[in-house]
């Protein structure tokens, strides 16, 4: 009898030491995955002055490939055909009436939101550190291309996007519209579309929401914590707050991971993110954006 208290009391006692085993990994994994902006909030003050830092991202935003409205269409053959039709079919598709026009449209809300002023120098200290695009070569034989004319702003506004100067601008752009048409309203020339430019353009991209803006940081990961924070952030596109009309968040299939909103701005136009983050992350986001209307997940 005393045996078999003595094999039932081993038994308890695996079973509430496994269990504590299992209540201390999920602390960890919990502590782990709980983190603060505090680091980033330090970093990014200087650059706006005057405003009341709500939340700075951990992890670049990007844009998916597609957004609910548009899902069923949006597939990989999709891709590939844009990437085969001739830019300017793409005009047609995208109602282009007039390219050159377009240029000189979708430069305005860059001008406005980047508050870059699409000057050379500007351009070049933002467009500094990442090489330019791959230029294809000349055939043997072939005679040398020359590069475009463009005016002083529209070859800022190249540079800054790291866009082929021996293509028309209005190509490039068309194909950038229509490969992303399922992730943003379409149209570049909006909020919207200045803001794509910039996904598309640069990596290491979180949001930042103040009480007055939301704005786009150039800043890349935190370092390990073995490492020196050498990160020199930088703005490169903001809109006032007065101009979101609304933002709607899902939690994401992946819960902790994935993390998708849709912003929707006053001139009618909507760009959906995706930002890699943690629940803490996703809550501070959530706090920041409150006063904003928009649809929120449930706990």
């Known amino acids: ?33 709980r983190t603060t902006d505090e680091p980033e909030r330090a970093l990014v003050a200087p650059l706006l002055p005057g405003e009341e830092i709500r939340y700075v991202g951990l992890a670049p935003v990007r844009a998916p490939e597609n957004h609910r409205a548009g899902s069923q269409l949006a597939d990989r053959v999709n891709a590939e055909l844009a990437e085969a039709l001739d830019p300017r079919a793409l005009f047609g598709l995208l109602n ?3 390219p050159v026009a377009w240029v000189d449209a979708v430069l305005t809300p860059v001008r406005i939101a980047a508050g870059v002023l699409l000057l050379p120098g500007k351009a070049a200290v ?10 294809a070569e000349p ?5 040398p291309r020359e590069p475009l004319p463009l005016t002083e702003e529209q070859e800022a506004f190249r540079a800054l996007f790291r866009l082929s100067r021996y293509r028309p601008l209005a190509d490039q752009l068309a194909e950038i519209a229509y490969r992303r048409r399922y992730v943003f309203s379409g149209d570049l020339a909006t909020l919207a579309g200045s803001l794509l430019l910039f996904l598309e353009r640069y990596t290491g991209t979180p949001l930042a929401v103040t009480d007055t803006h939301l704005h786009l940081l150039r800043m890349g990961r935190r370092p390990d914590p073995d490492r020196e924070d050498r990160r020199r952030p930088q703005v490169l596109w903001s809109v006032p707050r007065r101009r979101i009309a609304r933002i709607d968040s899902d939690a994401g299939a992946a819960r902790l991971m994935q993390f998708p909103s849709t912003i929707v701005f006053d001139d009618g136009s909507w760009i959906r993110i995706v930002n890699p983050a943690t629940r803490d992350d996703q809550s501070r986001f959530l706090a920041a954006v409150r006063g904003l209307p928009g649809q929120r997940p449930t706990a």
């Not at 496994?18 to 960890?28: N, P, V």
């Not at 055939?139 to 005679?143: C, F, H, I, M, Q």
């Open 96 to 98: 282009i009436v007039n």
């Open 1 to 33: 009898m005393s045996e078999g208290r003595s094999r039932l009391g081993r038994l308890t006692d695996a079973v509430l030491g496994g269990a504590r085993t299992a209540r201390d990994k999920a602390r960890e994994l919990r502590d782990e995955f």
């Open 139 to 143: 055939a043997p034989g072939a005679a």
């Open 126 to 135: 933002l467009a500094a550190g990442t090489p330019e695009a791959a230029e």
